[in-house]
């Protein structure tokens, strides 16, 4: 059953990066407290998890100040949009096989 979950990928595993890349994969950006409203986390809790989607480079961070406050937009990087799309197929193959 183990050779079945081939193509998994790890960096997905997180509800919140799963649910991460699903919102960047259909809007082609979002802000910080948008996609903390969304997916109902803490500050530090998607701050941790976009660190670790950007360090991947799976995600594009953009800091800028509209005014004198902070904004942090998040964008879908081409490697990610691929490792995610990647991993659906993965998911879906290993659904597939389960059903036979």
């Not at 360090?55 to 942090?72: A, D, N, R």
């Not at 964008?75 to 096989?97: C, D, P």
């Amino acid at each position: 059953m183990i050779e079945h979950l081939e193509g998994i990928n790890k960096a997905f595993e997180s509800k919140i990066r799963l649910g991460i890349m699903s919102v960047l994969m259909v809007n082609e950006e979002i802000d910080f407290n948008s996609l903390k409203e969304l997916l109902r986390v803490t500050d530090g809790n998607l701050a941790s998890h976009t660190r670790a989607l950007e360090s991947l480079e799976y995600i594009v961070v953009k800091k800028q100040f509209v005014g004198k406050k902070p904004k942090t937009t998040f964008t879908r990087a081409e490697k990610g949009e691929k490792a995610f799309r990647e991993h659906l197929q993965a998911l879906e193959s290993f659904l597939n096989k389960m059903e036979k």
